[in-house]
């Protein structure tokens, strides 16, 4: 515990905001949440950053002050009250980069962080020393493991934000955090670098409570607890607290608070080159990013009038041990990770937490010599071990439970294997100022499909405009995008940058 309170205290004053933002964190990350991209060819060495990161490469200061503004108007297809909508937002970043240190603050402004989040405001405030071959970083940042393009399985610290589903960028839609990051850069010819990570604490994924985008988990918490609920007889305070489930008070009463030492995270990579390999290996000791829903627990806490602390969300404890690759045939770049995910379920019996699971991403790209085309495919699936025990488990809470939809935390009737091509064809005409592309999504078990084509022209060096549409197909409500297919969109923006 000692050494944990040394690295939260290194991580308060790397981060002085945190000083007046403390009420922030439990506020601005409680939103509701449960279980359930453009060009991907620029990701694929995203993960840490080449190996001669390790300082400024010029004993001068170096500071330089960029910003992206975008404009963006949505024209959503299915919805009839309010189908046109205004995303303006801003990001203006900050870097600073010496011999012997680093700093890099960045404010991203827009609408939902400025409601819901105002945390996040500050997207970005890393102070990094250089040590020789030792790089330390701390404050509020991303990182990504793993050597997939945009698609992973190893890369646990950050939790997502969908409310805007998948339009946003794969960076884009990580939520940044408190963490210490040291990475070592191991003398040799072999370009291995050892890399320990601690965050503090966690959050949870973030989605939409209401509007477009609510996932059928936090549309279905929402019936379950409102749903034949016999209010008369309880007080003013307790309606209000199932009456509005977008309030803050809301969300902190259900879910647990994720803002304490008990929920930190950890782990430690390597990566290196052996050959034409690129190969790394990674530990994670965490937590997963959405609850799990005890019916049993529910159960207790409305028979007793809903008056007592709920304890019926919980967030399920992990260790991940992940493997990842990443190498050239011929022109072809091929990636993949493999996780083996350790719960607290070892034998699949507890129908209130997560069974173990194997998850994996495999893909490549290739750049074809036609109008400057990349074609990139990837796998990411999963493997949930015991599904027969939670099989069983449903079958015999349904038993006890006669007329009701209880069901296992890992139930579903699709089978316990999952998985989701991502397709993407990019391209680009008139000296790479017009550039084409369309992402397809396709769950194979689940029968879920996402159409999203995209077209963007420079205007200028720093003006560009494009267009993005999508389409989202759910097969039932045990798919992945149910609650999400709703949102078919039409999108029209305009972005400036320097």
Same mark, same amino acid.
């Not at 020393?129 to 610290?157: C, E, P, S, T």
């Given at each position: 515990?000692?050494?944990? *309170? ?10 002085? $905001? ?12 409680? %939103?509701?949440? =449960? ?12 993960? $840490?950053?080449?190996?001669?990161? #390790? ?48 700093? /890099? ?44 393009? *945009? ?16 339009? +946003? ?34 959050? /949870? ?13 936090? %549309? ?12 008369? +007889? ?27 030492? *008990? ?24 937590? #997963?990013?959405? +609850? ?19 304890? =019926?969300?919980? =967030?399920?404890?992990?260790?991940? $041990? ?21 719960? !607290? ?18 893909? =490549? ?26 099989? *069983? ?13 209880? /069901? ?17 064809? %990019? ?17 194979? !078990? ?53």
């Amino acid at each position: 515990m000692t050494i944990k *309170k040394c690295l939260v205290l290194f991580v308060v004053l790397a981060l002085s $905001f945190t000083v007046f933002a403390a009420d922030e964190w439990d506020g601005g990350f409680e %939103s509701a949440s =449960f279980d359930s991209s453009s060009d991907f060819s620029d990701d694929f060495s995203s993960d $840490f950053g080449s190996f001669d990161d #390790f300082g400024s490469s010029s004993d001068e200061p170096k500071v330089q002050i960029g910003a992206v503004i975008d404009a963006d108007f949505r024209y959503y297809l299915n919805d009839e009250d309010n189908p046109i909508k205004a995303l303006p937002k801003a990001k203006v970043s900050f870097t600073y980069d010496a011999e012997k240190a680093g700093a /890099k603050l960045v404010f991203d402004i827009n609408q939902d962080k400025w409601e819901n989040s105002k945390i996040d405001l500050i997207d970005e405030l890393v102070l990094s020393a250089y040590f020789g071959n030792l790089q330390i970083d701390a404050g509020k940042m991303r990182i990504v493991w793993g050597k997939g393009d *945009k698609l992973h399985v190893l890369d646990n610290f950050n939790a997502d934000s969908y409310v805007n589903f998948l339009v +946003p960028d794969y960076i884009e839609r990580r939520i940044s955090i408190p963490m210490i990051r040291a990475a070592y850069s191991v003398p040799s010819n072999s370009n291995i670098v050892v890399e320990g990570v601690y965050a503090p604490f966690t959050v /949870k994924n973030r989605y939409n409570n209401s509007g477009m985008f609510v996932p059928y988990q936090v %549309s279905n918490l929402t019936d379950t607890l409102l749903g034949g609920s016999p209010l008369a +007889p309880y007080s003013e305070r307790v309606k209000e607290i199932l009456a509005d489930l977008e309030s803050d008070s809301v969300s902190k009463i259900l879910y647990p608070n994720l803002n304490k030492l *008990k929920y930190g995270q950890y782990g430690i990579r390597m990566t290196g080159t052996l050959g034409k390999w690129d190969l790394g290996a990674s530990y994670y000791n965490g937590w #997963f990013k959405d +609850p799990s829903f005890n019916a049993e627990k529910f159960g207790v806490w409305k028979d007793g009038r809903y008056l007592s602390k709920p304890d =019926f969300l919980n =967030f399920d404890h992990k260790q991940t $041990f992940g493997l990842e690759a990443a190498t050239t045939v011929w022109h072809f770049n091929l990636r993949g990770e493999a996780a083996f995910n350790l719960t !607290e379920d070892e034998n699949g019996k507890n129908p209130w937490m997560h069974n173990n699971s194997v998850s994996y991403v495999a893909g =490549f790209d290739i750049d074809l010599p036609i109008w400057n085309m990349n074609v990139n495919i990837q796998d990411i699936g999963s493997v949930i071990l015991n599904g027969n025990e939670s099989d *069983k488990n449903t079958k015999a809470l349904r038993a006890n439970n006669s007329g009701s939809s209880i /069901k296992d935390v890992d139930y579903n009737s699709h089978g316990y294997t999952e998985n989701m091509i991502v397709a993407n064809v %990019s391209a680009s005409f008139a000296h790479d100022k017009l550039k084409p592309e369309i992402t397809g999504i396709w769950c194979i !078990e689940k029968q879920d499909f996402v159409l999203m084509p995209k077209i963007s022209y420079d205007l200028t060096p720093n003006l560009n405009v494009n267009l993005l549409m999508m389409h989202i197909y759910s097969h039932d409500d045990e798919s992945k995008f149910y609650g999400f297919h709703t949102g078919d969109l039409v999108q029209l923006g305009a972005r400036y940058q320097f």
